[in-house]
């Protein structure tokens, strides 16, 4: 089992910059690949970024390369996402995600969810 918490979220004006953390708990860490979602209100969740189990590989949607920067820290058992350059339409909950653990890239499942911390980009 894995225990994801996200922090880090806020309020920012376009063009600024924040980092969320996602804090895991429980065995293994290192041998996760993880995700960040988010989901704006009245979408879908969606993939932001995703990062292999050894920090190696790293995957993002289109709509973020670029600006975001998905990272992470094993020895910490953190993930971060440094998202900058933000506009309003990043505005949504942002989520970590992580899967069942086995060191394995890509990712093809997501097994555990954090609860998810607000971003808000204002114009």
């Known amino acids: 089992q894995v225990q994801l918490v996200e922090s880090g979220g806020g309020s920012v004006q376009a063009g600024g910059s924040l980092r969320l953390s996602c804090a895991a708990s429980g065995r293994g860490f290192s041998s996760h690949g993880m995700g960040w979602f988010r989901q704006a209100p009245g979408k879908e969740r969606v993939i932001v970024a995703s990062i292999s189990w050894s920090g190696a590989s790293a995957y993002y949607a289109d709509s973020v390369k670029g600006r975001f920067t998905i990272s992470r820290d094993n020895a910490k058992n953190t993930l971060y996402l440094q998202m900058n350059s933000l506009k309003p339409d990043d505005t949504a909950v942002y989520y970590c995600?992580?899967?069942?653990?086995?060191?394995?890239?890509?990712?093809?499942?997501?097994?555990?969810w954090g609860q998810g911390t607000q971003v808000t980009v204002s114009s």
């Open positions: 995600a992580a899967d069942r653990g086995g060191a394995s890239w890509p990712i093809s499942e997501y097994n555990y």
